[in-house]
């Protein structure tokens, strides 16, 4: 597509429930990150990708949170048992190649606003 | 941890004021990027830099790449009332490949 896409815009979820947050990169992007944004605060980082593989899971808050990416395009980020503090902008960007090797940028999606109650 | 310290964390300023930021770190940066975000929007890309001692414009904005590597700044001229957002440091550190983010720099300005 033209730029990153997210799905859903807004997920508002009960405390203890599963949800699902999906990221489709810009078309050739090999480069996905998943990043969080609590209200008026910065992005906070939670994990990279490069292809399907993901070497840096260090963002990761607890085990309640994971994510993949399957075909080195589409990425989703599961959050399980769903609590409070999960409510967040989950932004996700993806770039055309690693960004260590310089030489090119990262273009971000709108976001999902979720929020459990 | 935070690894970027942007300031100043919020500014108030009139239309048609320059405006300056600045990012500084004590790790070595490969790229600095700045971007801006508007509410309920994610972060769109303004000026990106990849050399130490780079300066680079983006028709009123212009960044540059500190000569230490450690440090970039984003200067405004003649503020608009478009100008308004949260605007973002964010660089590669030397060997690794996360994008690092620095807390924002809120702008409002006044008619």
């Known amino acids: 597509g033209a730029g990153v896409s997210q799905s859903p815009s807004n997920k508002v979820t009960e405390k203890g429930k599963d949800v699902e947050l999906r990221c489709d990169p810009i078309?050739?992007?090999?480069?996905l990150y998943w990043y969080r944004q609590s209200l008026g605060q910065g992005l906070e980082f939670l994990i990279y990708f490069q292809g399907n593989s993901a070497p840096d899971k260090s963002g990761l808050p607890s085990d309640r949170f994971s994510a993949e990416r399957t075909g080195g395009s589409v990425s989703t980020l599961t959050i399980q048992r769903t609590q409070q503090e999960d409510s967040a902008v989950y932004l996700c960007?993806?770039?055309?190649?690693?960004?260590?090797?310089?030489?090119?940028?990262?273009?971000f999606g709108q976001g999902t606003r979720l929020t459990v109650v | 941890g935070q690894q970027l310290n942007q300031s100043p964390q919020s500014m108030f300023i009139q239309e048609g004021e320059d405006v300056s930021m600045n990012c500084t770190s004590s790790?070595?940066?490969?790229?600095w990027l700045w971007y801006k975000q508007d509410p309920g929007e994610g972060p769109v890309l303004l000026i990106a830099l990849y050399k130490a001692g780079e300066l680079t414009s983006n028709g009123r904005l212009t960044a540059q790449f500190g000569i230490t590597r450690k440090d970039s700044f984003l200067n405004i001229s003649a503020s608009i009332p478009s100008d308004v957002g949260i605007y973002f440091c964010a660089g590669i550190i030397q060997g690794a490949q996360k994008l690092v983010f620095g807390q924002g720099t809120r702008l409002t300005i006044n008619p």
């Open positions: 790790s070595i940066f490969n790229t």
């Open positions: 960007a993806s770039s055309s190649k690693t960004l260590s090797l310089g030489y090119t940028e990262a273009f």
């Open positions: 078309s050739g992007h090999t480069a």
